[in-house]
T-cell receptor, first 113, second 112 residues
Framework: LAKTTQPISMDSYEGQEVNITCSHN???????ITWYQQFPSQGPRFIIQ???TKVTNEVASLFIPADRKSSTLSLPRVSLSDTAVYYC??????????????FGQGTTLQVKP | DGGITQSPKYLFRKEGQNVTLSCEQN?????MYWYRQDPGQGLRLIYY???????QKGDIAEGYSVSREKKESFPLTVTSAQKNPTAFYLC???????????FGPGTRLTVT
C-alpha cells in the first residue's frame, strides 16, 4: 500500500476553510484515497473517499490532481467540534485485497475560537 | 440501532494474564478488524477476518490471537506473550471489499 505523508498539526479559527494536503507519490493505479476523522478516545470515522478530480459530500470536499500524487481534504467553515486528528489513507479496496487500512500519524487540527 | 460494540471500555490486568476483548457487530458486515493505537500514534492492524472461520495476521499479530466463529463476533485475546499490551484497542467492520470501515468505541487496556 502507498505510503502517505501529512503535516503533523494545523491550527485554524472558527469559520475558516481548512485544507489538509496528503502526499502519496507511490499511489498505484487501483488505489483509492480515503480520509478518516478521529476524536480523542474514539474510533475513527469515515469522512470521504475518491479516485480522481473532485468529490464533495455534506461535510467535506476532496481534491485530487490529475497525477494523483497528492490529495487535499477541504473542510468548509470549521467549528470547534472539528478539532480532531485527520488521517489520509491510500489503498486498493476493491480487487480482493485484504481491505487493510494503514493509518499514519495523521494531522491534528486545532480549531480556535 | 445498528452498530459495532466493544466491551469493556476500560480493562485492567496484571502482567502475565491473558485477557479477551469483546467485539460484536449487527451490521451484517463480512469483514472485521482489530487495531491497536498507542498515544500520539496512528492505528496498527493486528488481525483481520474476511469471512467466518477465517482470519489473517496483520502487521503486529505477535502476542495476540483471535477467533471468528460467528459473523457478528470477533474477540481478541491479548496473551502474556505480548510485550507491551497497554494500549487503546479498536475493532472495526466493513462490507466485503469496502473502503469504509465502521469502528467501535474502543477498549483501553492497562496492564501493570
Amino acid at each position: 500500500l502507498a505510503k502517505t505523508t501529512q503535516p503533523i498539526s494545523m491550527d485554524s479559527y472558527e469559520g475558516q476553510e481548512v485544507n489538509i494536503t496528503c502526499s502519496h507519490n507511490n499511489i498505484a493505479t487501483n488505489d483509492y484515497i480515503t480520509w478518516y476523522q478521529q476524536f480523542p478516545s474514539q474510533g475513527p470515522r469515515f469522512i470521504i473517499q475518491g479516485y480522481k478530480t473532485k468529490v464533495t459530500n455534506e461535510v467535506a470536499s476532496l481534491f485530487i490532481p490529475a497525477d494523483r500524487k497528492s490529495s487535499t481534504l477541504s473542510l468548509p467553515r470549521v467549528s470547534l467540534s472539528d478539532t480532531a486528528v485527520y488521517y489520509c489513507l491510500v489503498g486498493d479496496f476493491f480487487s480482493g485485497n485484504t481491505g487493510k487500512l494503514i493509518f499514519g500519524q495523521g494531522t491534528t487540527l486545532q480549531v480556535k475560537p | 440501532d445498528g452498530g459495532i460494540t466493544q466491551s469493556p471500555k476500560y480493562l485492567f490486568r496484571k502482567e502475565g494474564q491473558n485477557v479477551t476483548l469483546s467485539c460484536e457487530q449487527n451490521l451484517n458486515h463480512d469483514a472485521m478488524y482489530w487495531y491497536r493505537q498507542d498515544p500520539g500514534q496512528g492505528l496498527r492492524l493486528i488481525y483481520y477476518s474476511q469471512i467466518v472461520n477465517d482470519f489473517q495476521k496483520g502487521d503486529i499479530a505477535e502476542g495476540y490471537s483471535v477467533s471468528r466463529e460467528k459473523k457478528e463476533s470477533f474477540p481478541l485475546t491479548v496473551t502474556s506473550a505480548q510485550k507491551n499490551p497497554t494500549a487503546f484497542y479498536l475493532c472495526a467492520s466493513s462490507p466485503a471489499g469496502s473502503y469504509e470501515q465502521y469502528f467501535g468505541p474502543g477498549t483501553r487496556l492497562t496492564v501493570t
